[in-house]
């Protein structure tokens, strides 16, 4: 990952080098910027058109001036995105400096979001994979500073960058290919990351596997010839303010080509992408521990490939989840729920506060939603619930909930099991959540990021390919926990 520095000051340096300066311009603030800048542009549109207006004295220095009509106009994600096009724009100039100056910042309603969009936007927009590459051309941003007479700002950058670092980690994850990342090399990279952001992990190999009677994990693992690995992560401060843990639980299948119930090559092309959830949980465990959050968070990752190999579970298998629960398999494709029904099992012996599971897990789901939201469903309180869509809407990590009613789950009854694996095709991402319902004995949050896990074309800062969709938004639920968490008491 290109390294860029994030530093705050409280005045720009008497010359510029290699340097876009990003302003902007409110009517609250417009007589102050008049004042520092002779050359100041005088269009009125600026505000009226929400106009940008650059100028370059020399070819070292750009200067853009973002106009708004008051400081109310300027939404979080708005700023992200003109964020992301200074970023682009300066390396297109190939520059390797970047101010971003905007007077009067603090006197914003959500100024907090705007300050740690500052640091995390370029880094993400920064982003690239290609270390696999022979050539490299790396983008030529290199520090961002962000100008400011209050340097008690500093922490909510700081804040900021690890997430922002933690949600690239998770990129590289769903980017790397299945050969350089099986189940086993998952396991190996999570106790990597404990070891250098301060989580425990613990790995059950296959043996340990087969002693828990995981049935779900092992018979979707039949067909590979890399063993299956159940990761543990956990992180608990020396005082934390949660008496019980939230649980994480993220899909892991580091490669799906639908088992026997074969996908297609258009639908298969995309599948190293389908351990999504289990690099968010990652992303999301370094983020954490990394800002020292004061909760007591477990991570959970059940890990296999799914391919059509000679011992392959097939249609109408009926295997035997880790609760006991009996499940005629239909479709070798819906794979997912059958190892996170393991998971989500064996999280019920914490006696969880909460458990949020993520998953690649339907095409239904990006039918209903695209790329643009996870569909979400909850059988946790109102609170809550209202507590991550909120959470959501603040990183622009949002969510479309989706009802878990009962009449759902006999549309997955089966006629010689307890479950069936799959239900009809209308309504596929609700039943594939409600077949997970099941195993679940504590609050429950389920987050079906098939749509946005994995882009086929750049999107701003989301960028192409994975976009660690899940760090940014579990970090900011779960630092924003304990004002719900209060109001219960």
Same mark, same amino acid.
């Given at each position: 990952?290109?390294?860029?520095?994030?530093?705050?000051?409280?005045?720009?340096?008497?010359?510029?080098?290699?340097?876009?300066?990003?302003?902007?311009?409110?009517?609250?603030?417009?007589?102050?910027?008049?004042?520092?800048?002779?050359?100041?542009?005088?269009?009125?549109? +600026?505000?009226?058109?929400?106009?940008?207006? %650059?100028?370059?004295?020399?070819?070292? &220095?750009?200067?853009?001036?973002?106009?708004?009509?008051?400081?109310? $106009?300027?939404?979080?994600?708005?700023?992200?995105?003109?964020?992301?096009?200074?970023?682009?724009?300066?390396?297109?100039?190939?520059?390797?400096?970047?101010?971003?100056?905007?007077?009067?910042?603090?006197?914003?309603?959500?100024?907090?979001?705007?300050?740690?969009? +500052?640091?995390?936007?370029?880094?993400?927009?920064?982003?690239?994979?290609?270390?696999?590459?022979?050539?490299?051309?790396?983008?030529?941003?290199?520090?961002?500073?962000?100008?400011?007479?209050?340097?008690?700002?500093?922490?909510?950058?700081? +804040?900021?960058?690890?997430?922002?670092? %933690?949600?690239?980690?998770?990129?590289?994850?769903?980017?790397?290919?299945?050969?350089?990342? $099986?189940?086993?090399?998952?396991?190996?990279?999570?106790?990597?990351?404990?070891?250098?952001?301060?989580?425990?992990?613990?790995?059950?190999?296959? %043996?340990?596997?087969?002693?828990?009677?995981?049935?779900?994990?092992? %018979?979707?693992?039949?067909?590979?010839?890399?063993?299956?690995?159940?990761? *543990?992560?956990?992180?608990?401060?020396?005082?934390?303010?949660?008496?019980?843990?939230?649980?994480?639980?993220?899909?892991?299948?580091?490669?799906?080509?639908?088992?026997?119930?074969?996908?297609?090559?258009?639908?298969?092309?995309?599948?190293?992408?389908?351990?999504?959830?289990?690099?968010?949980?990652?992303?999301?465990?370094?983020?954490?521990?990394?800002?020292?959050?004061?909760?007591?968070?477990?991570?959970? *990752?059940?890990?296999?490939?799914?391919?059509?190999?000679?011992?392959?579970?097939?249609?109408?298998?009926?295997?035997?989840?880790?609760?006991?629960?009996?499940?005629?398999?239909?479709?070798?494709?819906?794979?997912?729920?059958?190892?996170?029904?393991?998971?989500?099992?064996?999280?019920?012996?914490?006696?969880?506060?909460?458990?949020?599971?993520?998953?690649?897990?339907?095409?239904?789901?990006?039918?209903?939603?695209?790329?643009?939201?996870?569909?979400?469903?909850?059988?946790?309180?109102?609170?809550?619930?209202?507590?991550?869509?909120?959470?959501?809407?603040?990183?622009?990590?949002?969510?479309?909930?989706?009802? =878990?009613?009962?009449?759902?789950?006999? =549309? *997955?009854?089966? $006629? *010689?099991? @307890?479950?069936?694996?799959?239900?009809?095709?209308?309504?596929?991402?609700?039943?594939?959540?409600?077949?997970?319902?099941?195993?679940?004995?504590?609050?429950?949050?389920? =987050? @079906?990021?098939?749509?946005?896990?994995?882009?086929?074309?750049? $999107?701003?800062?989301?960028?192409?390919?994975?976009?660690?969709?899940?760090?940014?938004?579990?970090?900011?639920?779960? &630092?924003?926990? &304990?004002?719900?968490?209060?109001?219960?008491?």
């Amino acid at each position: 990952m290109n390294h860029i520095n994030i530093s705050i000051i409280n005045q720009f340096p008497q010359a510029f080098e290699k340097s876009l300066i990003a302003v902007i311009v409110t009517q609250e603030n417009v007589d102050f910027l008049k004042s520092l800048w002779k050359n100041f542009p005088q269009n009125p549109e +600026i505000f009226t058109k929400e106009k940008s207006i %650059s100028i370059q004295p020399n070819e070292n &220095e750009c200067i853009v001036f973002q106009g708004y009509q008051h400081f109310k $106009d300027l939404e979080p994600e708005k700023f992200r995105q003109h964020i992301f096009g200074w970023v682009t724009r300066l390396n297109k100039m190939e520059f390797e400096n970047l101010y971003i100056y905007f007077p009067g910042i603090e006197n914003h309603p959500q100024s907090k979001l705007l300050i740690r969009s +500052i640091a995390e936007v370029p880094i993400l927009s920064n982003y690239q994979y290609i270390h696999l590459k022979t050539k490299k051309e790396w983008n030529s941003l290199k520090n961002v500073y962000f100008v400011t007479e209050n340097l008690n700002w500093e922490n909510e950058l700081n +804040i900021a960058t690890n997430v922002a670092k %933690s949600t690239c980690i998770a990129r590289d994850l769903v980017n790397d290919p299945p050969n350089l990342l $099986d189940s086993v090399i998952l396991s190996q990279k999570a106790i990597e990351l404990g070891k250098k952001f301060g989580f425990r992990v613990e790995v059950f190999e296959k %043996s340990r596997i087969e002693s828990l009677k995981m049935g779900g994990l092992l %018979s979707v693992n039949l067909g590979s010839k890399v063993p299956p690995t159940f990761s *543990i992560l956990e992180w608990k401060p020396e005082h934390p303010k949660n008496d019980k843990p939230i649980v994480l639980v993220g899909k892991g299948i580091t490669f799906d080509t639908g088992g026997l119930s074969l996908k297609p090559f258009d639908a298969m092309s995309t599948m190293k992408c389908d351990m999504a959830g289990a690099a968010a949980v990652l992303g999301a465990m370094c983020a954490i521990t990394s800002n020292n959050l004061p909760y007591h968070v477990i991570g959970l *990752i059940p890990s296999t490939d799914n391919r059509p190999g000679e011992n392959a579970y097939t249609p109408n298998d009926v295997i035997t989840i880790y609760d006991g629960t009996t499940v005629e398999v239909l479709n070798t494709d819906a794979e997912g729920r059958l190892i996170l029904a393991d998971a989500l099992a064996f999280a019920n012996q914490y006696e969880p506060e909460l458990i949020i599971d993520l998953a690649t897990l339907t095409g239904a789901a990006v039918v209903a939603v695209g790329d643009m939201a996870i569909a979400m469903m909850s059988t946790a309180n109102h609170d809550v619930t209202e507590q991550i869509i909120k959470a959501g809407f603040e990183v622009h990590e949002r969510m479309v909930q989706f009802p =878990l009613w009962d009449e759902y789950k006999e =549309l *997955i009854k089966s $006629d *010689i099991a @307890d479950l069936k694996n799959v239900g009809p095709r209308s309504g596929g991402a609700i039943t594939a959540a409600k077949f997970l319902q099941h195993f679940v004995k504590y609050p429950w949050i389920h =987050l @079906d990021i098939a749509g946005p896990a994995f882009l086929n074309s750049p $999107d701003s800062y989301r960028g192409k390919n994975g976009t660690g969709v899940g760090v940014r938004l579990l970090y900011h639920f779960l &630092e924003t926990y &304990e004002h719900w968490n209060k109001s219960q008491n």
